[in-house]
């Protein structure tokens, strides 16, 4: 199982279209959701990019496509 976070925040239509990209990967994933104000240094960093997934040390800006989000986890 993938464990990966998508930072994200209220009212993001693009968020929205992540998670039905997400719903399309033909793997199990373990998703933990950050709001981008939670944390400072996602806000610093992403605060103009979001939404965002990292896993790891690694991290895929929108815009991505569920076959983007397999590559990016190396399923």
């Known amino acids: 199982m993938s464990k990966i976070t998508l930072i994200t925040n209220d009212d993001c239509p693009l968020c929205d279209k992540a998670k039905e990209e997400l719903d399309l990967v033909g793997a199990e994933i373990k998703l933990k959701e950050v709001n981008i104000y939670e944390i400072r240094e996602y806000h610093e960093k992403y605060w103009d990019k979001i939404p965002v997934l990292r896993s790891g040390d690694?991290?895929?800006?929108?815009?991505?496509s569920a076959q983007e989000i397999e590559k990016f986890l190396a399923l």
Do not use: H, N, R
């Not at 690694?58 to 991505?64: A, G, R, T, V």
């Open 58 to 64: 690694k991290e895929l800006l929108w815009p991505f």
